[in-house]
């Protein structure tokens, strides 16, 4: 049988790529590899798993540092915590060259498999091609939504080392063609080939199946359609809108696409909140918001038990040195916190001294964006954590927390929107009770108990009340579904204004950080410092606006 050999950089690349079991077989063959015994789909795993878990470094910059806490699920700044909650409200340009170097360059990895699998590639496949257009879909759309204008009609094209700054509606307007001619290349076709061709388990998104591919497709589709629904000089979302919800999308019989995590591979190659929150102790632990541990909570929200644990509790004593001269409004402001959490507890005050007794096992959250000096005062007791859901140590498989890539709450709840602003046709009230069910579902919550919520809180009701009463509560539901998305979460703050609280900012500097916005609700990253090399740099800014983390995006409310 034919033997083929490869050039040395493809070679170590596929060396350096899978952990799979196949893979680990034909890496004995030191003579080369048979032509039967290679496909692109050894190189796929890599490329699909780096973009939603990768390594702990660009993790904890990324994802924790960043839009995590800009998603408003999570909060640093307790007592125990080495830094303030200002963390990323402040601009720390090492933190924020992190991010975005890892994301900015992220897109090497989905153009090598897409160059590899295009006609004329090296393991041509027009099936494992579509996946990579889909890919890049997915990509270019958490990369533009959190830093505004990037290269995209030149990246990565031959003899172009500085491509030029592209609008956010062009980039938009050229995922959705690359889903479109995804879709088209699939057609009815379900797998992408036969024995070695088949990507199987070596596809951690959707294990091969191309129909599911083409649905989540579809499915992003509506997302980018919806996103830029409303936005400056758009002309192009009502009819995406439609075009998507006329084709399949995820839904109750597909599930959503999520990703399992690998806990083999080391966290330095693929890490997540297990990896990050066991690492260092409790100083770089984190807790639950205030605005969300209370959302559940006020609408007896199944998913509270699920999403974060009971506070521990305790006696908390804060004793007035006369050092401080806000001493009092600082302790007010903690009772502030129980109160609104609607917590069991007890103050005591003497003489200089008062105590707050809080009873173990309340859900109780944190305050977001508190500053240095209210942070002693923020007793890492008093509040929730993370579930064991999310923050599993590497080695043992955390139920019902697998990474989302796209989920089918978001179809139904994207439809149920567009229903309401008159976009589509539709009962937005059964689309939006869908997607409860399946938000629910990925956290193991089963259909009565989903039923039993969507019938008695307010907040899962849209079937009255006024246009914007409406689309309040569907951003809010998409908001809760994006839990541990603190990408997709923090775009639906930024689109959408809900939740409220976290979208007005803080001013009060007593208690808050108001770092570099002076208050204000962050709207993007920062370009990295790198990117200033590139000569069109310059007029991306001209035209978007300041580099600053307050200049808001194209689609920004």
């Not at 033997?3 to 799979?20: D, E, H, N, P, R």
């Given at each position: ?230 936005a400056s000089g758009e002309n192009f979302a009502a009819s995406t809108i439609n075009e998507a919800m006329s084709a ?56 509270l038990a699920l999403y974060a644990k009971p506070a521990k509790g305790g006696t908390f004593v804060f004793e007035d ?237």
């Amino acid at each position: 049988m034919k033997k083929i050999k490869y050039i040395s950089g493809l070679l170590c690349l596929l060396v350096g790529i899978s952990c799979t079991k196949d893979f680990d077989e034909i890496n004995t063959n030191n003579q080369g590899f048979n032509s039967d015994e290679v496909s692109a789909k050894y190189f796929l795993t890599s490329a699909q798993v780096g973009l939603y878990a990768p390594g702990r470094y660009e993790y904890w910059r990324a994802h924790l540092i960043h839009t995590d806490r800009f998603a408003g699920h999570f909060t640093f700044g307790m007592d125990q915590s080495w830094w303030g909650d200002d963390l990323s409200y402040t601009y720390n340009a090492g933190y924020t060259d992190a991010a975005y170097d890892w994301l900015a360059g992220y897109f090497g990895n989905i153009k090598s498999f897409s160059d590899l699998t295009a006609e004329g590639g090296e393991f041509e496949n027009q099936y494992m091609y579509a996946m990579s257009l889909i890919m890049k879909g997915l990509y270019y759309q958490m990369y533009t939504d959190t830093f505004g204008m990037v290269p995209f009609t030149e990246a990565g094209v031959e003899g172009i080392l500085t491509p030029k700054y592209d609008t956010q509606m062009d980039i938009y307007k050229g995922i959705i063609a690359d889903l479109n001619t995804a879709m088209s290349i699939i057609g009815d076709e379900e797998r992408t080939g036969l024995g070695i061709d088949d990507a199987g388990a070596n596809d951690v998104y959707c294990g091969g199946d191309l129909q599911l591919w083409k649905k989540l497709a579809n499915t992003l589709k509506l997302r980018i359609g919806a996103r830029a629904y409303g936005a400056s000089g758009e002309n192009f979302a009502a009819s995406t809108i439609n075009e998507a919800m006329s084709a399949p999308l995820l839904d109750e019989a597909t599930g959503s696409v999520t990703m399992k995590k690998d806990f083999v591979i080391s966290e330095w190659t693929s890490s997540s909140y297990g990896d990050v929150w066991y690492d260092f102790g409790a100083g770089s632990d984190w807790t639950v918001s205030k605005t969300l541990i209370n959302l559940l909570k006020d609408n007896n929200d199944p998913r509270l038990a699920l999403y974060a644990k009971p506070a521990k509790g305790g006696t908390f004593v804060f004793e007035d040195t006369g050092s401080d001269d806000d001493f009092a409004e600082r302790v007010d402001f903690m009772e502030s916190a129980l109160i609104d959490a609607g917590a069991t507890y007890t103050r005591t005050d003497a003489g200089t001294t008062t105590t707050l007794e809080v009873a173990a096992g309340q859900y109780i959250g944190q305050p977001v964006r508190i500053n240095g000096l209210t942070k002693p005062f923020v007793r890492y007791d008093m509040f929730s954590t993370p579930s064991d859901a999310v923050i599993q140590p590497r080695g043992k498989e955390a139920e019902g927390y697998p990474e989302i890539i796209l989920s089918s709450a978001d179809a139904y709840f994207l439809q149920a929107e567009a229903v309401v602003n008159g976009v589509a046709s539709g009962d937005a009230q059964t689309l939006l009770a869908s997607g409860i069910k399946e938000a629910m579902k990925l956290w193991g919550i089963g259909e009565g108990d989903a039923d039993t919520y969507i019938a008695s809180s307010a907040i899962a009701d849209i079937s009255t009340g006024s246009t914007d009463e409406k689309l309040e509560k569907i951003a809010l539901q998409r908001w809760l579904a994006s839990y541990t998305d603190g990408f997709e979460a923090w775009a639906v703050v930024r689109k959408t204004g809900y939740p409220s609280e976290l979208a007005a900012g803080v001013s009060n500097q007593t208690i808050f950080a108001l770092g570099t916005l002076n208050g204000a609700y962050p709207q993007r990253l920062r370009y990295g410092t790198g990117a200033q090399s590139n000569p069109n740099f310059n007029a991306a800014i001209s035209a978007q606006g300041p580099d600053v983390q307050g200049t808001k995006l194209w689609w920004a409310k």
